[in-house]
């Protein structure tokens, strides 16, 4: 039995923004026009590993690519996941978003990749980037350099998707910095529920210190068996402390999700019909509902 005393309300007013970012009032870098709704950027985090980040980051953009929206996914990962997950050898290239946060002089359209489904595009990242968490610590606000990135393009775009690694270190810290609100894929069961508490205090923090609006978008229960007791436990003890927070879809396990990264695509093109494929199109509707209409 899970008990009610494993995760509280109070973790979840650590974590709850109040306010947006002001957005109207913004103009395009290099003194243009602002749009009225540049992208939505939001980060995938959580510090245990294995509990779906990269698969929710590359489904839930090609939802929403698929749903008529701009998507970038952005990989903050050394292992370099999202690329290969969607048939783009990342070790190979020669630009990645390493090459971005150490403004080495290396162009946006030179690092942009387009993947195989249209409107949804990738900064990929490859192991360069864990030296990049190293050389940033001697950088003069290093915590903000995904953030100088992704003012370049939040007017290229409607949703801007970052993939964190399964730690809380500087490239997660990067990711939250830039981000307008944060998605937890949340494994459903008790391990994975124990760490809730060290990420809402990591979000407390970068609220305080580091980007003040930023807001949990919501927690989505990945790997989810409803035919298990422990697993239908953990989800209602996730609902009672953070009520409406928790997407209503539900990620359940699939062998599908393992055999799309194989061969390269979403699991939207992989296994269309699929109730992995209807489950990310039911969050990606949920995601742009909740989003402010302003």
């Excluded at 100088?148 to 990067?174: A, E, F, K």
């Excluded at 695509?265 to 989003?291: D, F, K, P, W």
């Amino acid at each position: 039995m899970v008990s009610r005393e494993t995760v509280g309300p109070e973790m979840l007013g650590a974590a709850s923004a109040a306010n947006l970012r002001p957005q109207s009032d913004r103009l395009r870098p290099g003194g243009g026009p602002a749009k009225r709704k540049p992208a939505r950027v939001i980060a995938m985090a959580n510090q245990k590993g294995g509990v779906g980040k990269t698969t929710t980051t590359i489904n839930l953009g090609a939802a929403l690519a698929e749903a008529g929206e701009r998507v970038l996914l952005i990989d903050m990962d050394p292992q370099g996941s999202l690329g290969v997950g969607l048939g783009i050898e990342p070790h190979a290239r020669e630009a990645t978003i390493y090459n971005l946060l150490m403004q080495d002089g290396t162009g946006l359209d030179d690092t942009i990749v387009e993947t195989g489904t249209e409107g949804l595009h990738l900064l990929p990242a490859n192991i360069d980037l864990a030296a990049a968490e190293l050389l940033l610590v001697q950088e003069v606000a290093r915590e903000q350099a995904l953030e100088r990135v992704v003012d370049r393009l939040r007017y290229r775009y409607d949703h801007i998707l970052i993939d964190c690694p399964p730690s809380l270190g500087l490239l997660t810290i990067n990711g939250l910095t830039a981000a307008d609100g944060v998605i937890v894929p949340l494994e459903c069961e008790y391990f994975a529920l124990r760490g809730m508490s060290l990420l809402m205090q990591t979000l407390e923090r970068v609220r305080d210190r580091l980007n003040p609006d930023l807001q949990l978008e919501g927690i989505i229960a990945t790997m989810f068996d409803p035919r298990t007791l422990h697993t239908r436990e953990v989800l209602e003890r996730v609902r009672d402390a953070f009520g409406d927070v928790v997407f209503t879809t539900t990620i359940n396990k699939t062998i599908r999700f393992a055999e799309a990264p194989v061969a390269g695509e979403s699991i939207l093109s992989y296994a269309g019909r699929s109730r992995g494929a209807t489950a990310y199109r039911e969050l990606a509707q949920e995601v742009l509902q909740r989003e402010p209409s302003s």
